[in-house]
Antibody, heavy 124, light 110 residues
Framework: QVRLVESGGGSVKTGGSLKLSCAVS????????MAWVRQAPGKGLQWVSY????????NYADSVKGRFTISRDSAETSLSLQMNSLTTEDTGVYFC?????????????????WGQGTLVSVSS | QSVLTQPPSLSAAPGQRVTISCSGS????????VSWYQQLPGTAPQLLIY???KRPSEISDRFSASKSGTSATLGITGLRTGDDGDYYC???????????FGGGTKLTVL
């Protein structure tokens, strides 16, 4: 059974930092792309970042580029998102998502399983 | 303003069929696979459709989808009150070099 469990959310002031984590189980972690997708209160889904199955390739939304860093730990089967210089625009629920298997052409823009999300609240 | 355009809301009666459109351009839908996600109230999104029209094994055949040119469509038949929620399309935009989601469609079954 595929399972993704996020942690690390919380309240922070503008300019602060948070590190989100996602513990995964139930599948071969090193075969899949992974991603973070967020949802501002009452708004739609917004892709944040993805990382390839080996960790060699990453990509970010323009709104977080240079401030957020995605990483993965194969030994721990976990995904992380280091978020720095947070603004109120970063407030929302952050979902950890499993992408596609590495040999699929759509691996980096397909979200096959989702965690329940962790809430990040940034205030001024 | 989302790169992919969906109707903000739709409503239909139980048992009826509804279609949700997702309109894009040659740099996104026109050149990449489309996926669809269902988000029921208070829950995480769930993959409904991938590679334009394929369903994960656990998804009911009441859900179907297609793509033509720069538009994609999700269809739901035999509507149930449990289908109430938000539906999103997504794909890759090769010009922007990012994953793009539609703005979402709130489906009400009444």
């Amino acid at each position: 059974q595929v399972r993704l469990v996020e942690s690390g959310g919380g309240s922070v002031k503008t300019g602060g930092s948070l590190k989100l984590s996602c513990a995964v189980s139930g599948f071969t972690f090193t075969d899949y792309y992974m991603a973070w997708v967020r949802q501002a209160p009452g708004k739609g889904l917004q892709w944040v970042s993805y990382i390839s199955h080996t960790g060699a390739y990453t990509n970010y939304a323009d709104s977080v580029k240079g401030r957020f860093t995605i990483s993965r730990d194969s030994a721990e089967t976990s995904l992380s998102l280091q978020m720095n210089s947070l603004t109120t625009e970063d407030t929302g629920v952050y979902f950890c998502a499993r992408g596609g298997v590495y040999y699929d052409s759509s691996a980096y823009f397909l979200f096959t399983s989702w965690g329940q999300g962790t809430l990040v609240s940034v205030s001024s | 303003q989302s790169v992919l355009t969906q109707p903000p809301s739709l409503s239909a009666a139980p048992g009826q069929r509804v279609t949700i459109s997702c309109s894009g351009s040659t740099s996104n839908i026109g050149s990449n696979y489309v996926s669809w996600y269902q988000q029921l109230p208070g829950t995480a999104p769930q993959l409904l459709i991938y590679d334009n029209h394929k369903r994960p094994s656990e998804i009911s055949d009441r859900f179907s989808a297609s793509k033509s040119g720069t538009s994609a469509t999700l269809g739901i038949t035999g509507l149930r009150t449990g289908d109430d929620g938000d539906y999103y399309c997504a794909t890759w935009d090769r010009s922007l070099n990012v994953v793009v989601f539609g703005g979402g469609t709130k489906l009400t079954v009444l």
